[in-house]
Every structure is written in C-alpha cells, then in structure tokens.
C-alpha cells in the first residue's frame, strides 16, 4: 500500500536516455557455412537452429588453425561481415591479448580484409568487459584503431561508456569519456545522458556537479534538457525537493523550457513525500505554461492525492484525465482504491472494482492485493475472502503484505485452517518463498497461542 505504481515510477530518466529505435542487426553469419561442401549459406527450414560457436578452445593456436582451415576451403568470398562474425565468436571464448592477437593473424592472413570501426568495436566492447583493473587493454584497441588509420567515433565512445558501466566501471567510463572526448570527438546526447544516469546512480551529487562543469569547461559539452529531468529525478529520489527547485532555475537560465517529462518528474517527488497540494501546483504551472499533461502526469497526481487522503480530489481528476482523452487505467483505479481504503471508504473501493471492469478496464495484481489488505485492515474479512477467491480464480499472486494481513486476520477470527490453506496457496502460486511464508504464519500462530494463554483468545 501507498508505493508507487510501477507505470510511471522512474519514467522519465531510464526511457530518456536509451538510444533510438533502429532496423535490428541482421545476426552474425555462422563462418562455417564457407567450409568446402556447403553448397548455400542460407539455412533451410529445417535447420534453424541457434548458432553455435565454432571455436571449442580459447587456445589462440587452434584458433588460428581453424580460421586458416575455412579460408583455405570457403567457396564464397570472405568478406567484413564474416570476419566480424569471426572475432565475434573467438572473443566469447578467448582473453583480449589472444582477440587481438586472432585480428592480427587474419589480416596478415587475408590482405583484402579492411577492417572497418564496427571491427575494432568488437575488440573494444570486448575489453571494456574484460576483468581488469586498468584501462590498458581498452587503450590498446584504441591505439591499434587509430594506427590502422580508423579514427574513434561518436559510436566508439558510446560502446566502451556503456560496455564499462554494464560492467561496473562508471568512474572509468567517465575518463575515457573525457580522454575520447579530448582526442577525438564529443560524445552525443544519449552516451552523455546515459553516463550522467549512471553517475547519478553511483556516486555523490557534487560529484556529477563536477563532472558537468568540467565537461562544460574544458570540453564544452552541455548538457540538455534530458540532463536536467536526470538530476531532478536523482534528487526527486533522494526527496531533496529544494535542490530539485533549484535545479529546475538552472534549467531556466540554460534557456530550456520545462517539458511534461521535467514536469512529471517533479511531481512525482512530491507525491512519493505526500505533498498533494505542492503536485496540484506543479499541475496548474503545465497548465499555465501551456504543457499538456499526459497520462503519467494524471496518474501520478491521482496517485499522490490518493495517497494523502484527498480521494474527492483525486476523482475528480481521474474525471478530468479523460476530459483530455485518456481512459483511466489499472494504475489510476489502484491508486484511487488505495486512497479510498486508508480513508476508510473500503466498501466504496471495492465497488470501484465493478466500474472500472465495466469501463473495460482489466484488474491487475496490485488491484487485488491493495483490496485485500484494505477489506483485512478494515476487518471486513468476508469481504477480503471474496476478493481472495477471485485472487485463486486468477491466479494472481500474493503480495507480502496482502498475504501477512489476510493470514494475521484469519487466524485471530479463529479461522486457522484457512489460514493454512492461505499459506499452501502462497507457496504453490510462489507468491512468496516457502521460508517467508511460513515465517509469517508461525508468528501469527504464537499469537494466538499466547493470547489464549492470556485468556484474550479461544
């Protein structure tokens, strides 16, 4: 009860710095189709079998081996997809000396082979992941980049920042960064974006403060608007709401005007502190500045009013959210229930139930579970065993807390057997681990145990 629905938590930071969406990559020729005696390399029908990785070894000898047996037989013309397909393999297998070394050895081998930056990506993709320590083998796929005469991109920064964030390597993604940046060229929006995300995520605010101001002065990156909803939301997170005020001046002196990403964002930092008239005063500022709230905006504010206890208001806006053309859903009913429930309108909750199935709009788990835990809370138990049945009709799992509330109730209305019959459908459904569940039970049981002891049970 009272979290944030999972549609609109942290929308705009991860959906705002991913790249955009591009044709998937055709997926890496298996090279064993240019072996003597394949009489086509496109695969029937009846072979479409994942590919396999024809490298059995990491040994960088037999590596060679095989590479020169294929080149030696291929009846088709090995061009830089096969060769990029080749390292491809050997490098999930192999160390980066013995990648590099394998690259070497093909292009002594093959001297129509050109290797292009999508070749040296591979290397280098390969490096950042590598367990290491230093930055020794990354600079030596860049060195050997920019001495076969194919200089560092846009979309070589982008590989290793990514590569050694997925690795846990953000302090160094951040330097290579800066030196790529120095020598090469600045990276785009979406690596910048991405790597500020991930800082904010990994270190102090003054840091990322830092790493700003030095890529603005020395490099003269700036940051953009997605940047600034990234620090918001950071701040918003970390429920800093002054600093995200301040941060949302400076956005205004850097010449941006607020979107309804920034604007949300906002908002959503209120609604997580229960600051219900502070997130209708973000609301009325979209309005006034001319942004058109979406539906995450209405989500997040019926959410927020809810969760504050002003559902009159919160329906109102749900009203108001489809004046604008958005039909409430699951997340904008669950959120006015939750609110309905705290304020004891429990009944009222559970009818809503009826009009949004009506509206053609379909419960989810958080539905159940937050009219569970209310119709328990509010020791309207037949009430909650209903809602249990359409939960076991569904197969809808069992929150803990929903779970914990239902077993609790059950056991001090001496209903103990079904209490066990609770506990058997959380484990079979694995709503929650054997040992979780258990533990709540056995608790409630030592209750019951010692409150008749007391003589405050029969």
């Not at 600079?139 to 050694?164: E, K, W, Y």
């Not at 990322?208 to 490099?219: A, H, P, R, S, T």
């Not at 053609?360 to 579970?369: E, F, K, L, R, V």
């Not at 054997?434 to 002891?453: N, P, R, V």
């Amino acid at each position: 009860m009272g979290k944030i629905p999972s549609s609109f938590r942290s929308l705009t930071s991860t959906q705002l710095v991913k790249k955009p969406a591009a044709p998937p990559a055709a997926p890496p020729r298996d090279f064993r189709n240019g072996i003597a005696g394949r009489e086509s390399a496109k695969p029937s029908e009846d072979s479409r079998e994942p590919l396999r990785n024809p490298f059995k070894s990491p040994d960088l000898s037999d590596a060679k081996s095989l590479f020169n047996s294929i080149a030696a037989t291929s009846r088709i013309p090995l061009d830089l997809k096969f060769h990029n397909s080749v390292l491809q393999s050997y490098a999930s297998i192999a160390a980066v000396d013995d990648t590099v070394k394998l690259f070497q050895h093909i292009r002594k081998s093959q001297p129509g082979f050109s290797p292009e930056p999508s070749t040296f990506h591979i290397l280098l993709s390969h490096a950042c992941r590598a367990p290491d320590s230093s930055l020794s083998s990354v600079h030596q796929v860049l060195n050997l980049m920019v001495n076969s005469g194919v200089a560092p991109n846009q979309a070589t920064t982008d590989i290793a920042v990514r590569s050694l964030c997925e690795s846990g390597r953000v302090s160094e993604a951040m330097d290579l960064m800066k030196e790529l940046t120095k020598k090469h060229a600045p990276p785009d929006a979406y690596t910048y974006n991405y790597l500020l995300k991930q800082l904010c995520k990994s270190g102090p605010l003054l840091f990322v403060y830092d790493f700003i101001d030095e890529m603005l002065k020395d490099y003269e990156v700036k940051p953009d608007l997605i940047s600034f909803t990234i620090l918001i939301d950071n701040v918003c997170n970390s429920k800093n709401l002054r600093e995200a005020e301040n941060l949302v001046s400076a956005l205004r002196r850097a010449g941006f005007k607020m979107d309804c990403f920034a604007y949300n964002t906002i908002m959503k930092g209120y609604c997580t502190m229960s600051k219900g008239s502070e997130a209708v005063g973000v609301y009325k500022k979209m309005k006034e500045e001319g942004v058109e709230p979406d539906r995450v905006t209405y989500n997040t504010l019926i959410f927020g009013l809810s969760k504050c206890g002003r559902v009159e208001e919160a329906r109102k806006y749900m009203e108001t959210m489809v004046e604008s053309g958005y039909e409430p859903d699951a997340v904008a009913y669950t959120s006015l229930m939750n609110g309905m429930c705290r304020k004891g309108l429990t009944l009222g909750a559970l009818s809503l139930l009826g009009e949004m199935e009506a509206k053609g709009c379909a419960p989810n788990d958080c539905t159940y579970n937050t009219l569970l835990y209310g119709m328990c809370k509010a020791r309207l138990l037949d009430k909650g065993i209903e809602v249990y049945g359409l939960m076991k009709s569904n197969g809808v799992k069992l929150e803990s807390g929903a779970y914990a509330t239902l077993v609790k109730t059950l056991v001090r209305s001496g209903k103990v057997a079904e209490a066990y019959a609770v506990f058997d459908y959380a484990v079979e459904s694995k709503s929650l681990t054997d040992a979780s569940a258990y533990s709540t039970l056995e608790t409630t049981l030592k209750w019951l145990k010692k409150a008749k002891e007391q003589g405050l049970a029969v």
